[in-house]
């Protein structure tokens, strides 16, 4: 029996080999490649320069409150999301394989901002009922929520067109808008205090969590594409439309998080330069499941796609990122 993507009996989902979708087993190798704990990185210079009177200004404050407080429930969201649906739905094993890895990287994320609160002390109460109480943040995760509704009824099932055509659309909720672009002013905000060598620690778990995500991005886009390709009637021009639809409204939402976080503007980074970054990675996100660009933005951050698209491990912030190779090689995928 030739394999396919959907639709497993529950004897044939445990048969990995022969593998027929490669690219799923090679994102596993890279999942695991890149292997990664918050533990090992150092939080002191981050505690220091957080306690100091004037370390931070209220507005570099902000940003970071912001985007803790966001990516703290925002990784839980993601996790329970892959597991409670779509792995359910998605009976290929080798795909089974990797989002087993994903599940267990968005656990090690969660871990992540355990530690960063525990660090810098923040008050739980206030950062994990950010995405009730923060406009900007509920809005977004408001909008996953809803996009992935039908799919978590547990009566769903992936047969009929219109199903696979609900499950397809859930899939761009979760992979192509909460990783690919609800994240993102949150990664150009942290990395660039990185790059201003400001709370390191924490930067240098955003890198990580980044590398992460890359892989989570590009194995959901290879899944979607998949799915299409073996269900071509699902892709009509009025689905097609709704996703774009969808895509328009989720730089929206981000757009609107970037001004909420940022509102004067920190070392060199306003809202409007994240807004045509925005425009620029849904354009990628757009063609990478292949329906055409909208926006034609420039990309504004090169310093931002050069940590993405490095190839080979270099120190590009001299700090001790190359040396972390403990059991996984740096590679930006
Ligand atoms: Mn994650
Ligand atoms: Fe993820």
Redesign the pocket.
Known sequence: MVKKILNYSETETNKILPIRYQWARDYFLMGVANNWVPEEIPMQEDIELWKKQDGLSEDERRVIIWNLGFFSTA?SL?ANNIVLSIYRHVGNPECRQYLLRQAY??AI?TETFIYCCDSLNLDPDYIYNMYINIPSIREKDEFVVEITKSIMDPGFTVKTLTDIQKFVNDLVGYYVIMEGIFFYAGFAMMLNFLRHNKMVGIGEMFQY?LR??TIHLAFGSDLINTIVAENPEIWTSDFTHSIIEKVKRGVELEHNYAKDSLPHGVLGLNEGMIREYLEYIADRRLERINLPRIYNSRNPFPWLSEIMDLRKEKNFFERRVTEYRTRGQLKWE
């Open positions: 990784e993601t990287e968005e994320h969590i992460d995500e």
